[in-house]
């Protein structure tokens, strides 16, 4: 069941909570945006405003995918609530009565992060304490349930905690009240013909020490017990999808960033990766939050956006409005697109999908998929459709690098023993393969008129340095650019094929294959990019960390944008 309603939440939601992230550093680069900063994970889309407030629409996933929750921050107006029962325990008549109501009471966000709370404050704590604590080692197997009410401004209150078999300690009772406090707390009050209500609601905890319990189902969700209406139920465990209890707050640090341009060349792109400032136990990459901006030809904010997983991104578009990203979590790697027109994500349903290649001619993303047995094939996702083919079945032990044209794929192809790999050309049209005479190599860039290749050959023995070499992708033809393995760290071609920038250590230097001259044109250099017109190179300064910008035919370079150092990050 699902409920539209242009219904008015105002009165409630003037108390909304400032979203997850707050700092000194974000407050000038959301007034730079002109059009907000986008949060976009698994669970939430939607803007924040300069102060770091939500602003217009917004929406919330229970389950990745599927729309639970939407609402609009602007009007207060609540447009669409999933509803999967609309029986509810209310408090009507100066008693608590089960009945079903016009709009059933709900956590305004995405349930994940009740979840995710009630995990890393409740249920790591009361596990460690069962396991350490002398006193509590009695306790063989248990239900506690945290019960608590929505009152009719949206908010929890009157937290009580009971458990089946009698096993409550004031140690018990402390780990839930002080979870229950520090719990996000604003909710959709429950409708009851035309007047809101109060709700009770229940989380059980259950807990078994060896696994050989009486407790041999778990209580359901949205079930109706003596002590309310099932939210959801937990595991007690210091394992989980969670491995970390963080701070509330963590300051973060600048720790990686990635630039680029958009196919059309009109917009710089750039990625702003952060770990904590100061160590912290069992912090995984994946977890960090990462901003990604869209900046124009002057270095001003188009519009950005939050990942709380740190993600690849690659444009779906020729402008990037539209893109694809792919988490970095390595334990369920998941990809997705997100439309700009319409503020929405599709995920594919599939896990272990990467490197994934955009075809511009088509709402088409090639990817590479990894099977069990470390089996490599090539995939189609079509994202309007939201299906997954297998057009290549000649592409074994293979993954995508780049389509060349409409016709022509590049990809890595592994041995049958997965200890070497090729460079491979595929035709789509005849299907017929050619191997490019490399083996453990891999591609830098691809000239303007798309008919050369430059690759990279690591040197055997340090794996570290490289040579350089222009292959004709018309002829397979190969031509060696630099003489010795060096510490290049990338390169691309410049307005023709016959000229190569590349970066040695942290200087960019210019070579002429047509004299075969080389001349440095940049120093004190990290992450160059050229735009698609190979005018305009965009750079890290090393001192000031600032992006830079260099115009090739006038050799000038000028400040394009000042990343932030550090952010607040409020989980």
């Known amino acids: 069941m699902t409920s539209r309603t242009g219904l008015s939440i105002k009165n409630w939601l003037v108390n909304m909570r400032l979203l997850p992230i707050i700092g000194f550093t974000l407050s000038t680069l959301f007034a730079q945006a002109q059009k907000h ?3 976009l994970t698994l669970y939430e889309i939607g803007r924040f405003d300069s102060t770091g407030k939500p602003v217009g629409i917004w929406n919330y996933f229970d389950e990745p995918g599927e729309v639970s929750l939407v609402v609009n921050y602007d009007n207060g107006a609540l447009l669409y609530q999933k509803v999967k029962s609309s029986t509810q325990e209310i408090f009507l ?8 109501v016009q709009r059933p009471a709900r956590y305004l966000g995405s349930l994940n992060d009740l979840i995710y709370h009630y995990h890393k404050n409740v249920s790591m704590f009361l596990a460690r304490e069962l396991e350490i604590n002398d006193q509590l080692k009695k306790i063989h197997e248990e239900i506690f349930w945290l019960s608590f ?10 937290p009580t905690v009971n458990s089946l078999y009698g096993n409550n300690t004031a140690i018990i009772d402390r780990i839930f009240l002080n979870g229950f406090e520090t719990a996000p707390a604003l909710w959709i009050p429950a409708l009851h013909k035309g007047v809101e209500v109060p709700v009770r609601f229940t989380i059980p905890f259950y807990y078994c020490r060896k696994g050989d319990c009486k407790i041999n189902s778990i209580p359901q969700t949205e079930s109706i017990t003596p002590y309310g209406q099932i939210l959801f139920s937990m595991p007690v465990s210091r394992r989980g999808p969670y491995e970390a209890a963080f701070p509330k707050m963590l300051q973060l640090k600048s720790s990686g960033n990635k630039l680029g341009w958009s196919p059309d060349g009109q917009y710089v792109l750039f990625q702003h990766a952060f770990t904590p400032s100061s160590y912290l136990n069992y912090v995984f990459t994946h977890q960090m939050p990462a901003l990604m901006y869209r900046l124009d030809q002057s270095g001003r904010v188009i519009n950005g956006f939050l990942l709380t997983s740190q993600s690849n991104i690659v444009c779906a578009s020729n402008d990037c409005s539209d893109f694809l990203f792919q988490s970095l979590n390595a334990v369920t790697p998941w990809l997705g697109y997100y439309n700009n027109k319409f503020s929405s994500i599709s995920y594919a349903k599939s896990y272990y999908l990467h490197h994934p290649v955009p075809r511009y001619d088509k709402p088409v993303v090639t990817v590479g998929k990894l099977n069990p047995g470390n089996n490599l094939q090539i995939l189609e996702w079509n994202w309007q459709t939201n299906t997954l083919s297998e057009p290549y079945p000649e592409l074994v032990r293979a993954i995508p690098i780049t389509w060349i044209n409409e016709k022509k794929l590049l990809v890595q192809q592994m041995n049958p023993f997965g200890e070497t ?3 491979v050309l595929f035709d789509e049209g005849t299907k017929k393969t050619n191997i490019l005479p490399f083996i453990d190599a891999y591609i830098f860039d691809i000239s303007k008129d798309k008919r050369h290749l430059i690759i990279a050959r690591s040197d055997p023995y340090s794996k570290t340095f490289v040579k350089l070499f222009r292959i004709n992708l018309e002829t397979l033809a190969e031509e060696r650019i630099t003489k010795d393995y060096m510490d290049i ?11 190569i920038f590349y970066l040695l250590g942290f200087d960019v230097k210019k070579l002429d294959l047509r004299t075969n001259k080389s001349k440095k044109v940049l120093s004190g250099v990290s992450m160059p990019s050229i735009n698609p017109q190979r005018t305009d190179i965009v750079y ?9 910008k260099f115009t090739i035919a006038t050799s000038l370079k000028k400040k394009f944008f000042d990343p932030p150092k550090e952010i607040f990050f409020n989980q």
């Open 93 to 100: 008549s100066d008693k608590w009565v089960i009945t079903n």
């Open 489 to 499: 760290q990338t390169a691309f071609f410049g307005e023709s094929e016959d000229e």
């Open 37 to 39: 900063i986008v949060k």
């Open 540 to 548: 890290i300064d090393q001192k000031s960390k600032s992006i830079y």
């Open 421 to 423: 790999h090729n460079l």
């Open 149 to 158: 009410e929505v009152d009719t401004h949206g908010r929890a209150a009157n």
